[in-house]
């Protein structure tokens, strides 16, 4: 994909269910919260939905007070920063598509919910880690944690327009996050969120594998 010039696009890749697969971390990380909680966490099927949005947006719910939500933040953070932040795996074929889109000259950028901080330390830690220009995600504080913000924030630190750019992920947050700002978008189908989904979220194509991806991105 090219912008309105005929320069390569830039790529903002989603991290977790994209390129990824960090189920058994955050999962865990979540279960641990519980615990220092004293409450039984959910079912792990039920806690894979977990993974995407941001920690606040999936305990608010479950633990309605605000200092609770808080305090299971804390919890979970506690266990990622010392184990969780390694539990993952590289999906296989992503090296290949980072490798091979960096080589036809686009630029790369990881846009994602999870804490700057530990998304900065996966992607440093990623064989293909330094392709990226920039890592964008949320704040401690929860402030900028959102989709929308989290785009415009990738786009604003890059000096760049929404058309010139591409939203990658695999939850209805990327998509309606790069809808919001007038992105183009690709849904993927080896993360967390199906192909349901990514269709009622509005994606514009969506790639069943990553050799689909690179298909796409020509």
Same mark, same amino acid.
């Given at each position: ?7 390569p696009a ?6 977790d ?52 939500? $808080? @305090?299971? %933040?804390?919890?979970?953070?506690? *266990?990622? =920063?010392?184990? !969780?932040?390694?539990? &993952? ?38 064989p293909?880690?330094?392709?990226f220009?920039?890592?964008?995600g ?24 929404? $058309? @010139?750019? %591409?939203m990658?992920?695999?939850? *209805?947050? =990327?998509?309606? !996050?790069?809808?919001? &700002? ?12 199906g ?19 690179l298909?796409?991105?020509?």
């Amino acid at each position: 994909m090219r912008d309105a010039a005929g320069a390569p696009a830039t790529l903002f890749f989603d991290l977790d269910g994209t390129l990824i697969d960090s189920a058994v971390g955050i999962t865990r990380c979540v279960a641990h919260a519980f615990a220092r909680m004293g409450l039984e966490a959910p079912p792990e099927a039920e806690l894979r939905g977990w993974i995407g949005p941001s920690l606040r947006t999936s305990f608010g719910p479950v633990l309605v007070d605000p200092e609770r939500v $808080e @305090a299971a %933040v804390e919890h979970y953070r506690e *266990r990622f =920063d010392r184990v !969780g932040w390694t539990e &993952h795996e590289v999906y296989p074929g992503i090296a290949d598509v980072v490798e091979t889109l960096h080589g036809r000259g686009h630029r790369l950028a990881v846009v994602t919910a999870k804490n700057e901080g530990h998304a900065r330390r996966i992607v440093a830690h990623l064989p293909f880690g330094e392709r990226f220009v920039d890592v964008v995600g949320a704040t401690p504080c929860g402030a900028r944690s959102e989709k929308p913000q989290l785009v415009a924030e990738a786009l604003s630190r890059l000096g760049l327009a929404a $058309e @010139a750019c %591409v939203m990658i992920g695999d939850r *209805r947050m =990327d998509i309606e !996050g790069a809808r919001h &700002h007038g992105l183009r978008n690709v849904g993927v189908l080896w993360g967390f969120g199906g192909e349901a989904e990514l269709v009622a979220a509005g994606a514009e194509r969506i790639a069943d594998a990553p050799a689909a991806l690179l298909r796409m991105l020509a």
